[in-house]
């Protein structure tokens, strides 16, 4: 009997520690850097859709900015077209979120 209990703790504990080891799934951050190519700040002036093109594969690149320190750059025009914009996103929903939004002169 106490074989028969060392041998089902043992089992418990190799579940465990497998459980605990595997990722869990997560969206992923995507790094990249590109120029401005289009704003469009929606009415409520709470988001906003800019398309880059990035510096690395040339494609436009549609991210939705909801952060309002952005926002407000984007209305004081101290991010406009143009401007070359370092950035990071996650993929939720099928649409490109920004988690960090500014342009690479340190703005």
Not at 73 to 98: A, H, L
């Amino acid at each position: 009997m106490k074989k028969f209990v060392s041998v089902v703790a043992m089992l418990a504990l190799v579940v465990v520690s497998l459980v605990s080891f595997t990722k869990t799934a997560h969206a992923e951050e995507v790094k990249m850097v590109g120029v401005i190519t289009k704003i469009e700040v929606a009415a409520d002036k709470k988001s906003a859709t800019v398309t880059l093109k990035d510096n690395k594969t040339a494609a436009n690149v549609v991210i939705l900015v909801k952060d309002e320190m952005t926002l407000d750059k984007f209305n004081d025009k101290r991010i406009v077209y143009g401007d070359e914009i370092r950035c990071k996103y996650e993929v939720q929903d099928g649409k490109n979120v920004s988690k960090l939004f500014k342009k690479t002169a340190g703005c």
